[in-house]
């Protein structure tokens, strides 16, 4: 089945730029997400690529798709302590129907 | 806006014991889903359900029965309640189309099973 994998952890500096990575083994990707996780609380939808695009910018956040390598990238410019969270990728694969599969989840911890 | 409710933010029950976990979404979604989230595993789905009375099993459905008798509402049973069981559960819901299949959430139970 498919595989959607994170690195558990990230910390950076308050202001600084966060990139989270995430890599999945399944090429018939059709969509991507980004999902965000704040302390006790679901997961909502941050932004989500089409699978034939590069690259889509929403504000803060720029989400970059590599299909050939088949990796996936959030960056969050100007990162502030709001956006302490869990980050979660996503993809829906053909032949996955109407299901998610979830990556492992990114803590993003910011300092001062 | 979307709204899905779980019945319960917390739920401490016993091993053996019988547990309901109730999921209410308002938007009239075809598709419902139960996950459980454990550190450094992400979410993995138990169940899921497209239509009302359907469901479909997940990847970790062992031990878990849910129950789709409206479209509005997914519950999910844990038949007998195990330590191992001890877990966020999260529901989530989404529409049909041939548009992108975003699940929107439900602000989870964390069960603990003593």
């Known amino acids: 089945g498919e595989d959607v994998e994170q690195s558990l952890f990230l910390s950076v500096r308050e202001g600084d730029s966060s990139v989270i990575n995430c890599t999945y083994t399944?090429?018939?990707?059709?969509?991507l997400y980004w999902y965000k996780q704040e302390p006790g609380a679901g997961l909502q939808l941050l932004t989500y690529?089409?699978?034939?695009?590069d690259m889509k910018q929403d504000q803060r956040l720029t989400v970059l798709l590599n299909k050939k390598d088949k990796h996936l990238s959030l960056r969050i410019a100007d990162t502030q302590t709001g956006d302490s969270a869990i980050y979660f990728c996503?993809?829906?694969?053909?032949?996955?129907?109407?299901?998610?599969?979830f990556g492992t989840g990114t803590q993003l911890k910011v300092e001062l | 806006d979307v709204k899905v409710t779980q019945s319960s933010r917390y739920l401490v029950k016993r091993t053996g014991e019988k547990v309901f976990l109730e999921c209410v979404q308002d938007?009239?979604?075809?598709?419902m889903f139960w996950y459980r989230q454990d550190p450094g595993l992400g979410l993995r789905l138990i169940y899921f359900?497209?239509?009302?009375?359907?469901?479909e099993k997940g990847d970790i459905p062992e031990g878990y029965s849910v129950s789709r008798e409206k479209k509005e509402r997914f519950s999910l049973i844990l038949e007998s309640a195990s330590t191992n069981q001890t877990s966020m559960y999260l529901c989530?819901?989404?529409?049909?189309?041939?548009?992108?299949?975003?699940?929107?959430f439900g602000p989870g139970t964390r069960l603990t099973v003593t």
């Open positions: 989530a819901s989404s529409p049909t189309g041939t548009g992108g299949y975003e699940q929107y």
């Open positions: 399944d090429s018939s990707s059709t969509y």
């Open positions: 690529i089409f699978s034939n695009m």
């Open positions: 996503a993809g829906s694969f053909t032949g996955g129907g109407n299901k998610l599969t």
């Open positions: 938007m009239d979604h075809e598709n």
């Open positions: 359900s497209y239509d009302v009375k359907m469901k």
